[in-house]
């Protein structure tokens, strides 16, 4: 069983940044493919970034290309998403996940999740 804590979310101005970290405790936490999802009130749970276990190579939703930038520390057992230029459109709660399975852009394949942490963006 992989517990996956989440941190870093909070309330930022639109254009700023954020950094997100979500820390495992599982020592196979190298193991595993991890993700960032994110889920907005009345929306469905979008994917938004995906890496594997060596650190490449990485995905990323469309809208996140050039914005977003996923990365993992795994003698930390930690994942981070970095996101720059934020939206308002980006404020969601945000969620990572592990999996060991190929498809890493659905999260019907991810097998732990995260509590999430909240992603607000004002205009």
């Known amino acids: 069983q992989v517990q996956l804590v989440e941190s870093g979310g909070g309330l930022v101005q639109a254009g700023g940044s954020l950094r997100l970290s979500c820390t495992a405790s599982?020592?196979?936490?190298?193991?595993?493919?991890m993700g960032w999802f994110r889920q907005a009130p009345g929306k469905e749970r979008d994917f938004v970034a995906a890496?594997?276990?060596?650190?490449?190579?990485?995905y990323y939703a469309d809208s996140m290309k050039g914005r977003f930038t996923i990365s993992r520390d795994n003698a930390k057992n930690t994942v981070y998403l970095q996101m720059d230029t934020l939206e308002p459109e980006d404020t969601a709660v945000y969620y990572c996940a592990a999996t060991r399975s190929s498809d890493l852009r659905s999260w019907m394949w991810y097998d732990y999740w995260g509590q999430g942490t909240q992603v607000t963006v004002s205009s």
């Open positions: 890496i594997r276990p060596s650190g490449t190579p990485t």
């Open positions: 599982e020592r196979t936490f190298s193991s595993y493919d």
